[in-house]
């Protein structure tokens, strides 16, 4: 059976207290810690930049997941990479050149991830999927927590396992919005590997996060 990985969203974490949320993440079974950077601008909404994640890094070995919902990207891939990030994600329609920024992220040693927005197709990053280590499927349109799974994106997934398998490639399929103990078996059945998840990691079972995480690594 695949190994289910699961990256909370620190969005739905405290605020005031990150280091403790994100040591908490750690010995509840996280693999990897998901940041979602949002500039106001490509996402209706701002969260954190380059001196939060490095602040917050001695918290934590898991590797940051860091999802870049910002335009333009490029020039700010740097900033990212030396405050920690271990994964680097961005959207397609925040660089000029995908190639040159996946380029970018790779000559400084991270992993690169290529995020597909709801209404985003397939074809956005499909010369690069040789190149990439994940794809994001947003099952939200990004900016926030909490809102629901749009199920129209299972077909993507699905498409995408099937030209990952016909092909033989090994990015990996991460999906981040509106995963529950419900989507996340939809999600998994369809291939993906990676669930993203804030509301539920954080606010189920009156908070819970091992037994959320455990919970939803269940197939
Ligand atoms: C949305 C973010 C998500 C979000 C997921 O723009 O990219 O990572 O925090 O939150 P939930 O799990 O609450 O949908
Ligand atoms: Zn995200």
């Known amino acids: 059976m695949k190994k289910v990985q699961i990256s909370p969203s620190i969005l739905s974490a405290d ?19 998901h940041v979602d950077v949002m500039d106001g601008h ?15 890094r001695k918290y934590t070995k898991l ?4 999802h870049l919902m910002i335009d ?41 991830g290529i995020s597909l927005n709801p209404d985003t197709e397939i074809s956005a990053a499909e010369a690069h999927l040789d190149k990439i280590d994940l794809i994001l499927i947003m ?6 927590g909490g809102q629901k799974f749009i199920g129209e994106v299972v077909k993507k997934i699905e498409d995408l396992d099937q ?4 092909k033989g490639l090994n990015f990996k399929i991460e999906i ?29 079972n009156n908070g819970d996060l091992e037994k959320n995480i455990k919970t939803l690594k269940q197939i």
């Open 176 to 204: 981040d919005g509106g995963i529950n103990f419900e989507t996340s078996k939809i999600a998994l059945k369809a291939g993906v590997d990676i669930l993203v998840s804030g509301t539920t990691v954080f606010k189920e």
């Open 42 to 56: 490509f996402v209706p909404n701002l969260t954190i930049g380059p001196p939060v994640i490095k602040s917050l």
């Open 139 to 144: 099952s939200v349109y990004p900016g926030f």
């Open 163 to 166: 030209i990952r398998n016909s």
């Open 63 to 66: 590797p940051f997941d860091v």
């Open 72 to 112: 333009p990207v490029h020039k700010y891939i740097k900033a990212y990479s030396d405050a920690g990030a271990d994964i680097i994600t961005f959207h397609p329609e925040a660089t000029e050149n995908i190639l040159e920024t996946i380029n970018l992220i790779k000559s400084l040693n991270k992993k690169v």
């Open 15 to 33: 605020f005031s207290k990150l280091g403790d949320d994100i040591k908490r993440l750690e010995e509840s079974g996280a693999d990897m810690i």
